[in-house]
Every structure is written in structure tokens, then in C-alpha cells.
T-cell receptor
Framework: DAKTTQPPSMDCAEGRAANLPCNHS???????VYWYRQIHSQGPQYIIH???NNETNEMASLIITEDRKSSTLILPHATLRDTAVYYC???????????FGQGTRLTINP | GAVVSQHPSRVICKSGTSVKIECRSL??????MFWYRQFPKQSLMLMAT?????????EQGVEKDKFLINHASLTLSTLTVTSAHPEDSSFYIC????????????FGNGTRLTVT
């Protein structure tokens, strides 16, 4: 069972920051927050993951609240190619088997 | 970065025939591979976990005799849909991870199966 709650859809203007929220109120102390995205008719793409510290890479930033019950994925300058379904997944690191929820369908508008 | 290749990307077959889908890890050894299925407008659903050199572990409700999985090497896993029916038409996606504890899953680009 998916342990996360995400809004089903969001819109963002091209060039603006896209902030995607995720609630994971039942997360346990050793579970990580993973983000993947799936562009139409492709396999999911890994974006970023974190435990409790904020993380940043070339694709995005991950902000995790201090109580770890929620997080936000930030795409700093969204482009049309960022239109996709974004999945927030809570998982033990190394557990490998990912259980996908319904995700957020992010649409970037010109 | 790690690459997972899936073949074919699209396949159309007739009812009653079997279809084989290949999943390869191109630049790393994948001790474990996972097979997912995705119906239109739905999320990915895990079908089975494939471990090199051993029998696959199937999720509840997935028929192991219908969806045959073989993971004969550290770089190749195959999924065979046997006696395919139109309701098996779906998007099949494989994923793989290396032996590193920190390795995230990497996914293939999926296979669109249409059974006529």
C-alpha cells in the first residue's frame, strides 16, 4: 500500500518554480522519501531522495519538514519537458521494491 | 548513469500466442529486477520480483504460470506473457538495481503490448 498522499494534479507556468507537495505522516525513522517522474509512455525516471536533510541535485530540490511527515519537491525553473506524473514514495533504502501511488500529474503551461 | 534497456518497445500479437519481453541492464550487474504493469490512466503495479539464478516472487493476484519470468544472468531478465488475451494488453515496465545499497531503481522505457 502506498504510504503517501499527493494532489492528483497541478499546473505551473513555464519558467516558474514548481512545488509538488507530498504527505507521509506514517513514515518511520529509517524510511527515505523518493521522487520519481513518468513522462507519457516512458518508464519512470529517478529524481531525488532523502532521509531528513534537504537535498539538491541537478534536477530538483527536496525539502523535508523537521517532523518528516511531509516533503516538497521543487523544480526551480520548470520547462515544458517537465510535464509528467510525479510520484512520491516512502521506502527503506535498499528495500528496492517500490510501491507506486497515484502521483501528481504536473502540467507546465507556456 | 545506469541504463536499463527494454525490448521490444511495442508489440502486437494475436490472442492465444505468447510474447517475450526482454530487460537488460547495460552498464551494471542487476542482482534483482522488477516487473511492473500499467493500465491506461493508472499507476504502476508491481507484478513480480526477479532474482538472478532463482525463481521469481510474484505479487498476490499475478498468475505465475501466465507471466513467466526468467533471470538467467546478471544483466538479463525476460517476461513471457503466455496465451495472451486482450485483457493482457498493457504497458509492461521493468526496473533494475545494482548491488549497492544506495542504488536507486532504474527503469526501462516500457513495452506496449496489444493483444488482438
Amino acid at each position: 500500500d502506498a504510504k503517501t498522499t499527493q494532489p492528483p494534479s497541478m499546473d505551473c507556468a513555464e519558467g516558474r518554480a514548481a512545488n509538488l507537495p507530498c504527505n507521509h505522516s506514517t513514515i518511520s525513522g529509517n524510511e527515505y522519501v523518493y521522487w520519481y517522474r513518468q513522462i507519457h509512455s516512458q518508464g519512470p525516471q529517478y529524481i531525488i531522495h532523502g532521509l531528513k536533510n534537504n537535498e539538491t541535485n541537478e534536477m530538483a530540490s527536496l525539502i523535508i519538514t523537521e517532523d518528516r511527515k511531509s516533503s516538497t519537491l521543487i523544480l526551480p525553473h520548470a520547462t515544458l519537458r517537465d510535464t509528467a506524473v510525479y510520484y512520491c514514495i516512502v521506502q527503506l533504502q535498499g528495500a528496492q521494491k517500490l510501491v507506486f501511488g497515484q502521483g501528481t500529474r504536473l502540467t507546465i503551461n507556456p | 548513469g545506469a541504463v536499463v534497456s527494454q525490448h521490444p518497445s511495442r508489440v502486437i500479437c494475436k490472442s492465444g500466442t505468447s510474447v517475450k519481453i526482454e530487460c537488460r541492464s547495460l552498464d551494471f550487474q542487476a542482482t534483482t529486477m522488477f516487473w511492473y504493469r500499467q493500465f491506461p490512466k493508472q499507476s504502476l503495479m508491481l507484478m513480480a520480483t526477479s532474482n538472478e539464478g532463482s525463481k521469481a516472487t510474484y505479487e498476490q493476484g499475478v498468475e505465475k504460470d501466465k507471466f513467466l519470468i526468467n533471470h538467467a544472468s546478471l544483466t538479463l531478465s525476460t517476461l513471457t506473457v503466455t496465451s495472451a488475451h486482450p485483457e493482457d494488453s498493457s504497458f509492461y515496465i521493468c526496473s533494475a538495481t545494482g548491488s549497492s545499497y544506495n542504488s536507486p531503481l532504474h527503469f526501462g522505457n516500457g513495452t506496449r503490448l496489444t493483444v488482438t
